[in-house]
């Protein structure tokens, strides 16, 4: 009779292997003996060795005691299926390589490929690598939230991008990393905002972007994180709303 680590060692498997596979039921414990200990036969040694074979071929623990026992039949009926799910895995892994092979590197991390070109037209501008990042984690947010219009907002961002004046605010936003504290900078960007927003709210676009981003929740979460990224983000607020808007994700101009 043996001891369980003489019945693991006979097996193939580690003592913590044969605890488990008894607390699931696949092998059976034995009483204790007179003295408190449990003692293994042969049938104990060769059940654990067909388990031991069983799992490492893949099959999953729930299909090994039936496995175990089963008839030829059955038994052959249940390989198939479990080479059938076995595939199925390879597939599903094959696919996450693909995948993994695709991120590229953790900059570009859960970013799409509109938004990526859109980050680095920003860089190609000049802009800063900091406020890239910064602008990177918002979109990738938007780009969860809203997967099936992300490729227009983006779109409409990228156009803008050829107008002298939205070049003009990403060029001020640079100053702001090495002039945090410059309020007349900061007064001049929010009068250039506020001249930007005319002129969208003029042809319609703001009501478009009120469309695209329908989910108010998801607005202030945008908004808690915009504030949480750059100090400067509250007080460009407050200046705004001297000048008669509300809001920073979507913004709206306030009624008289």
């Known amino acids: ?50 388990i031991r074979t069983l799992a490492e071929a893949g099959v999953p623990l729930a299909r090994v005691r039936e496995l175990l026992d089963a008839d030829p039949e059955t038994f052959a009926a249940a390989r198939i299926e479990v080479d059938r799910e076995l595939r199925a895995r390879i597939r599903t892994l094959q696919e996450h390589r693909r995948r993994v092979a695709q991120l590229g590197s953790v900059e570009s991390l859960a970013v799409p490929e509109e938004v990526a070109d859109y980050l680095e037209r920003l860089r190609g501008i ?12 918002a979109w990738i947010l938007m780009a969860a939230r809203f997967p099936e219009t992300i490729t227009e907002i983006i779109a409409d961002k990228v156009a803008q991008l050829a107008d002298p004046e939205v070049r003009r605010f ?12 410059n309020d007349d900078l ?37 908004d808690s994180f915009s504030f949480g990224t750059h100090p400067v983000v509250a007080r460009l607020a407050e200046l705004l709303a001297e000048r008669g808007w509300t809001g920073w994700t979507r913004v709206e101009k306030r009624k008289p």
Request: charged content about 25%; glycine content about 6%; cysteine-free.
């Open 170 to 181: 990403y060029q001020l936003l640079s100053r702001l990393e090495v002039e945090p504290d």
């Open 126 to 137: 000049g802009v800063p690598p900091v406020l890239v990042e910064k602008e990177r984690d």
């Open 1 to 50: 009779m043996l001891t369980i680590g003489r019945l693991a060692s006979y097996a193939g498997v580690s003592i913590r292997a044969v605890r488990h596979y008894h607390q699931i039921g696949l092998l059976p414990e034995p009483e204790r003996d007179a003295s408190g200990y449990r003692s293994y036969d042969a049938a104990a040694v060769l059940r654990l060795i067909r």
């Open 186 to 222: 900061l007064r001049a960007i929010a009068d250039l905002l506020s001249e930007l927003y005319e002129e969208a709210a003029a042809s319609g676009m703001l009501d478009q972007h009120d469309e695209m981003m329908p989910d108010q929740a998801f607005v202030r979460l945008l």
